[in-house]
C-alpha cells in the first residue's frame, strides 16, 4: 500500500512538473502532511524527485532543462542548498540589480526567490528558466560558450557586454573552497567571468554549503577576503566562521 501511494505521487509529479504539499494533500486526502513529507524524502533518496521549499518537483522537470551531470548536482546535499537558498533569497530586495551564477544552489535560489520586482543578469540557462516563470523578475542571459557541465555560458566578450549594464549585488555559488586556494571552479573562462562580476558588483555574496569545503577546482576566482558575505548551511565548520569574520565578512 506504501509503495503504492509512493509510485503515485512520483507519477503525479511527472506529469505535473511541480506540486506543493498542500495539493499533494488535496489528492491523497486519506493521508497526513508527515506521512507525504516521509514519502518524498524516499523519492528524493530514490533520485526521482526534488523537494522544494513548500514541495516537490520532479527530476524530469530538470532533465527539460538539464543535462545528466547538472540533474546529478541538483540531487545532493538537497537540503544544505534549500537552507542557503532560503537565507540568500531573504537577502535580496525590491528594485534590486544582482548577477545570479548558473550552479545548483543558484537554481535553488531561484526557485525561492520571491516573485518581487527585480533585474537578474545570470549565465545559468536552468536559472533563467526558473526566473522566467515569474511575472515581475526581469532576466537577461549571457551568451558564449555552453559549459556541459552546469548549463551555463561564459565568453570573453562578457566584459564588453557589461559595460553600460549595471548590478548592485553579485551572489555566486561555488564549485569548492580551501582557505590556502580560496573559492575555485572548473574552466578559466567561467572563473574570468566571475572575476570581472566581483569588481562590477558593489557586493559580493558567496553561497558555499559545507560538502565544497577542502575541494579545489583548477582556477580560482575570488579570494576570501574579496568576498562581503558568507551564506552557509548549519554544518559549516565554526573555526572556518571565525576565519572569516576575522576578515571582517559577515557569515549568515
Do not use: W
Request: proline fraction near 2%; aromatic fraction near 8%.
Amino acid at each position: 500500500m506504501k509503495r503504492d501511494r509512493i509510485d503515485a505521487i512520483a507519477e503525479l509529479l511527472d506529469k505535473r512538473g511541480k506540486l506543493t504539499l498542500e495539493q499533494l494533500e488535496e489528492h491523497f486526502s486519506n493521508v497526513s502532511q508527515m506521512t507525504l513529507r516521509r514519502d518524498l524524502f524516499q523519492l528524493e533518496e530514490e533520485g526521482k524527485i526534488i523537494r522544494i521549499r513548500g514541495g516537490a518537483m520532479s527530476v524530469r522537470e530538470v532533465q527539460k532543462t538539464s543535462g545528466e551531470p547538472y540533474v546529478k548536482k541538483t540531487t545532493i546535499h538537497t537540503d544544505e542548498k534549500i537552507e542557503i537558498a532560503q537565507k540568500a533569497a531573504g537577502l535580496i530586495d525590491e528594485g534590486a540589480s544582482i548577477f545570479l551564477d548558473g550552479g545548483s544552489t543558484a537554481l535553488y535560489l531561484a526557485k525561492e526567490l520571491p516573485d518581487i520586482h527585480c533585474t537578474v543578469f545570470t549565465n545559468g540557462l536552468a536559472v533563467a528558466t526558473e526566473l522566467a516563470k515569474k511575472k515581475n523578475v526581469v532576466v537577461n542571459l549571457l551568451g558564449g560558450q555552453l559549459i556541459k557541465e552546469n548549463l551555463s555560458t561564459a565568453s570573453s566578450f562578457s566584459s564588453i557586454y557589461f559595460t553600460d549594464t549595471n548590478f548592485e549585488l553579485a551572489i555566486i555559488s561555488t564549485s569548492a573552497f580551501t582557505p590556502e586556494n580560496g573559492f575555485s571552479c572548473g574552466t578559466q573562462m567561467e572563473a574570468d567571468l566571475f572575476k570581472l562580476v566581483r569588481k562590477k558588483a558593489k557586493f559580493t555574496y558567496m553561497m558555499l554549503d559545507s560538502s565544497k569545503i577542502g575541494k579545489i577546482k583548477p582556477y580560482t576566482f575570488v579570494r576570501p577576503e574579496e568576498i562581503n558575505v558568507l551564506i552557509t548551511d548549519e554544518a559549516f565548520p565554526d573555526a572556518l566562521k571565525e576565519q572569516f569574520k576575522a576578515l571582517n565578512i559577515v557569515v549568515i
